[in-house]
């Protein structure tokens, strides 16, 4: 069987790696030959990581799409990752179902979001409606979350399929109780130039540390609006040091705050380090999109989460079991503060943790859904 994937990035971006690349093998090993065609090539995200807009690259992916789309006649089954062309309407999608392909389209974020609540009128009104009709038009639908299965409901979608994201058990290994690291060969456990320079395990683990692992957009996005409970609890707590996974420059978060930069051979390494996990989240209906990947990254680890009371989250940092929910500045540095001082209740909790990633959130799990859908 031959496989076209139309994802929307390289596997440099971690929503194309997790939802579409990291299935491959497993794909692979079941028969399947796969053939991947992302919308934005890497130059393109290297250019967005850095804030710069290149248009030119833009427009060559449009053009490139384009004619990988007379090409899907030679392949027994079409995934498209969330749409075929972005800010368009979905009039690719309703060509291949008028063609009779019944194509799966697999959803991680409510990306619907970014057209029925624009505030460009223009784009609201003339593509509030387009990843509606892109379910509509679909096979089946894959969505990571209930909040997106329930929207691909509502759109009419005739088969909806729930997958979260989730992780490789062979690539996150257990934190243990000694804050020793038991690393696998292919974990690369390295000093990482932050801002203080290069740092061994030996020397994190002298420190309590709160991690957070991120792009700079959810950075900006979420963490950011926490500096002053951060800022607060370094001068509460002098011991405890913040990981900052993802963002290189000095973003004022406090002395106590190192910035790491990310690389997807070091990202377990760095989480290791961590003795909590944070997620914060805006709440609004984007974020009810989200699949808590940072939570499922940390709780793999058996390490406890704190996050907001937000969408997924829950379903992930189950309060008082695998983490802590919170709902104020106050509540941040209260549960942070209690893990911190209660070393049995974080190893309850991670172990809790990584038992439920075992149970829900691993590949090992989820790959045989995707091979059951790609065969039917």
Known sequence: MKILYLTKYTRLAGSSRMRSYQYFPYLEKAGM??????????AYLKDFYAGKKNISAVLKSYVRRLGVLFSVFSYDRVVIEKEIFPFLPAWAEWMLKRLGIQYIVDYDDAIFHNYDQSSNPIIKNFLGNKIANVMRFSGTVVAGNQYLADYATRSGAKNIEIIPTVIDLERYPVKNSDSDLELPPNVILSGVEGRAGERSASEDNQKFVVGWIGT?????????????????????????????VGITEDMDLGKNVQYIRWTEESEVAEILKMDIGLMPLQDSKWEKGKCAYKLIQYSACAIPGVASDVGMNREVCVDGKTGYLVYSDT????????????????????????RLVEEKYCIQVTAEKWIQILMR
Request: glycine share 2%; with cysteine; hydrophobic share 35%.
């Open 33 to 42: 030959q796969v053939t991947v065609q992302p919308f934005f090539d890497d």
């Open 331 to 354: 509540d941040w540095i209260k549960r942070i503060s209690e893990l911190k001082e209660d070393r049995e209740k974080r190893q309850l909790f991670g172990n809790n943790a990584r």
């Open 216 to 244: 700079k957009t959810t950075f900006e996005k979420h963490l950011l609006p926490c500096k002053d409970w951060i800022k607060a609890l370094q001068i509460q707590d002098p011991n405890i040091r913040f990981h900052i």
